[in-house]
């Protein structure tokens, strides 16, 4: 004899029903554990700032002079330093091979004597203090010393404490020589669609330098009412210190899986490059706009993981995308951009604005004063004036009416 109809439809109603409580329950465990994992991951509080760097010259030696300054924000944790070196790299004209480098590493411990030797002592930063440590770095050759611009200080350092043992790795430029700023009568403008166009060359940027000074050096003279100042996002965010060394990223298994839909040119195509994406708007935020990207494409809606990564998706540059040496870091987009308009134009009197422009002709403008003419920018830039090589014209001015 069969059972009852209702007898029969009651089980696979009760697993539909359980079902249904228990996917959405599932998802939100699984989304907690991928935020958690993230947000807890072995980390130290330790930050490395470069201060109060000098360059001082004489007949046949460059010589350097800097501050390193190692702060623990932390309350109550405590973290060793047991190694601290630095490497520098010489950049510049030509062959630089007959310049000889010296480095000297002064530790200078708040609550220590420092070392006649140089040795650096393993030292423990204590939460919520600070140590430093001098570094003089001297550069012999000549007449060689001519050829050299730039000195790039690579601090490479360890972090030991309840995190384990951390790697770490910092570089910061040094000008060693800074072009002059252009006199207005030798500016050579380039005629653009109803406006000319100037790139402005400028030493290599770095964290050392404030941006509106550097605005200032380099086209406080040549500025007219109307004018338009751009600056490139990336040497924007290297002067805020937006980049970093990839063997400072951990890539995780979202940031290896997620990379690989991406066309290999793209700076999210590498575990290295999506990971310090996921280290910005977290790993949940990366897998649902994986998803909808995914979703998007099937409609035919082009570019829907960037929309719903957020903008430092389409700004975060992988290594080989920027100016050497920033080409083997992975640099970020800048932060602030719209407080950082206003701020600039109010100090130089003329729009500023901050762009993204490449060799493809597309345009973008992050930010910009009140009232900036952005049509003309894009007419303007579109033939990228500045270059995406190593030109070191991080500045366009921009002049409408001529052309």
């Known amino acids: 004899m069969s059972p009852p109809a209702d007898r029969l439809t009651l089980p696979r109603s009760w697993f539909t029903v359980v079902s249904l409580l228990i996917a959405p ?4 465990a699984g989304v907690a554990w991928l935020e958690a994992r993230h947000r807890l991951r072995p980390a130290s509080p330790l930050r490395l700032m470069a201060r109060d760097w000098k360059v001082s010259s004489s007949a046949d030696v460059l010589r350097v002079d800097g501050v390193l300054e190692i702060s623990n924000p932390h309350p109550r ?19 630089l091979s007959g310049l000889t480098v010296t480095i000297r590493i002064q530790a200078d411990h708040p609550d220590e004597e420092p070392r006649a030797d140089g040795y650096w002592a393993a030292y423990i930063v204590k939460g919520r203090k600070t140590t430093r440590a001098w ?6 050759g000549g007449a060689a010393l001519e050829l050299v611009d730039t000195l790039w200080v690579d601090v490479q350092w360890i972090n030991y404490g309840p995190f384990g043992r951390l790697s770490r790795r910092q570089g910061v430029p040094v000008p060693l020589r800074c072009p002059d700023p252009l006199p207005a009568d030798q500016a050579p403008w380039q005629s653009g669609e109803g406006c000319s166009v100037l790139p402005l060359k400028t030493h290599l940027l770095g964290p050392l330098d404030d941006p509106i000074e550097v605005l200032r050096r380099y086209a406080a003279p040549l500025l007219q009412p109307g004018d338009v100042l751009t600056i490139g996002e990336t040497p924007l965010a290297v002067i805020q210190g937006r980049y ?8 995780g298994l979202v940031a290896r899986l997620a990379c690989r839909v991406f066309h290999p040119t793209s700076s999210l195509a590498t575990a290295c490059g999506m990971q310090t994406l996921i280290d ?6 990366v897998i649902a706009a994986w998803i909808g990207g995914l979703l998007m494409k099937l409609v035919s809606i082009p570019g829907g993981f960037y929309r719903l990564a957020g903008d430092q998706a389409r700004l975060i540059d992988d290594i080989t995308g920027t100016t050497p040496p ?11 951009s719209a407080s950082f308009c206003a701020e600039a134009s109010a100090a130089l009197g003329v729009d500023v604005a901050i762009v993204d422009v490449n060799d493809l ?3 973008k403008v992050l930010a910009s004063s009140a009232g900036c003419d952005e049509p003309l920018l894009q007419r303007a830039l579109k033939p990228n004036p500045a270059g995406n090589a190593n030109q070191r014209t991080p500045l366009v001015l921009v002049r409408p009416g001529r052309g």
């Open 25 to 28: 329950l599932a998802l939100g």
């Open 77 to 95: 944790m405590e973290v060793f330093v047991p190694e601290l070196r630095v490497e520098p790299t010489l950049l510049g004209k030509a062959d």
């Open 135 to 140: 570094v003089t770095i001297e550069i012999r």
């Open 244 to 251: 970093q060394h990839p063997s400072e990223v951990e890539p």
């Open 280 to 285: 910005v708007v977290g790993p949940t935020r």
């Open 326 to 336: 920033y080409d083997q870091t992975i640099v970020l987009g800048p932060e602030r």
């Open 361 to 363: 002709g597309r345009v």
